[in-house]
């Protein structure tokens, strides 16, 4: 896929661009809803400052220079864009949406600019536990509105996540798990809503398990894979029983 799909992302400069887009969405997600203020240039500041922390943090996980420029590169342009607000031109609507839009071709510039400079690694622990997490991470990213809106998935995504597997790794075992998730997915539909809604929780919770075992066995999938599936998963079960019980 890498090869033939994505060619670009060979690139050493674009593979660190859709790296760092990847980091300023989870942050979104993360740390945006945290913190709403009411001012627009607390906004403002706050959405930079969400998506720059974990870029920030990204960029010294793998060692990529120019971390102070590509952070400006994110804050100026809000600032720009309060000017004129400032002088009553423009909405603060058009301060989020005009930061959005000037912060691209900035953080585009200093990154051709120069050229996806390599300085080294970091090695504080905490930097390089987050930065080895990130399936774990962007999982949680994913997942964040299920707390306080649950997600209950139909039926039929029971058999979806363990096809995966099956088609990755047609062994004994994975049939088999497959053919309890036919009955468990055949038992929602002769039950009542709420139980039905209980199996279905169930069901993601234990497969969140199974993507463990996986992970521990680095095994028919890799590592991230099953890191990533496992933490959304039991993301989906754990806010389903919640609601439920």
Same mark, same amino acid.
């Given at each position: 896929?890498?090869?033939?799909?994505?060619?670009?992302?060979?690139?050493?400069?674009?593979?660190?661009? +859709?790296? %760092?887009?990847?980091?300023?969405?989870?942050?979104?997600?993360?740390?945006?809803?945290?913190?709403?203020?009411?001012?627009?240039?607390?906004?403002?500041?706050?959405?930079?400052?969400?998506?720059?922390?974990? %870029?920030?943090?990204?960029?010294?996980?793998?060692?990529?220079?120019?971390?102070?420029?590509?952070?400006?590169?994110?804050?100026?342009?809000? +600032?720009?864009?309060?000017?004129?607000?400032?002088?009553?031109?423009?909405? +603060?609507?058009?301060?989020?949406?005009?930061?959005?839009?000037? %912060?691209?071709?900035?953080?585009?510039?200093?990154?051709?600019?120069?050229?996806?400079?390599?300085?080294?690694?970091?090695?504080?622990?905490?930097?390089?536990?987050?930065?080895?997490?990130?399936?774990?991470?962007?999982?949680?990213?994913?997942?964040?509105?299920?707390?306080?809106?649950?997600?209950?998935?139909?039926?039929?995504?029971?058999?979806?996540?363990?096809?995966?597997?099956?088609?990755?790794?047609? $062994?004994?075992?994975?049939?088999?798990?497959?053919?309890?998730?036919?009955?468990?997915?055949?038992?929602?539909?002769?039950?009542?809503?709420?139980?039905?809604?209980?199996?279905?929780?169930?069901?993601?919770?234990?497969? +969140?398990?199974?993507?463990?075992?996986?992970?521990?066995?680095?095994?028919?999938?890799?590592?991230?894979?099953?890191?990533?599936?496992?933490?959304?998963?039991?993301?989906?079960?754990? $806010? %389903?029983?919640?609601?439920?019980?």
């Amino acid at each position: 896929m890498t090869t033939t799909v994505l060619p670009a992302l060979r690139s050493p400069v674009v593979r660190h661009g +859709a790296e %760092m887009l990847v980091a300023m969405l989870v942050g979104m997600a993360l740390l945006g809803p945290l913190w709403t203020p009411e001012r627009v240039e607390l906004a403002a500041l706050w959405m930079a400052a969400s998506m720059s922390v974990p %870029m920030a943090l990204w960029m010294r996980y793998r060692g990529h220079g120019r971390i102070f420029e590509m952070c400006a590169a994110m804050v100026v342009p809000y +600032a720009v864009v309060l000017v004129p607000h400032w002088a009553g031109l423009v909405s +603060a609507g058009v301060v989020e949406m005009g930061g959005h839009l000037l %912060m691209l071709p900035a953080m585009a510039f200093v990154l051709v600019r120069y050229r996806h400079e390599h300085g080294t690694p970091s090695a504080n622990p905490v930097i390089r536990f987050l930065g080895d997490r990130w399936p774990a991470v962007i999982a949680l990213a994913l997942t964040f509105d299920f707390w306080a809106a649950p997600v209950v998935p139909p039926v039929w995504t029971l058999l979806l996540i363990q096809a995966i597997y099956l088609v990755r790794g047609r $062994t004994l075992g994975q049939l088999v798990v497959f053919g309890l998730y036919v009955l468990l997915a055949a038992a929602v539909l002769l039950v009542s809503p709420w139980t039905g809604a209980l199996l279905i929780a169930l069901g993601w919770g234990a497969h +969140a398990v199974w993507d463990l075992v996986h992970h521990v066995r680095d095994a028919v999938v890799a590592r991230w894979w099953s890191e990533f599936c496992g933490v959304f998963d039991l993301v989906i079960a754990v $806010t %389903m029983l919640v609601v439920l019980v």
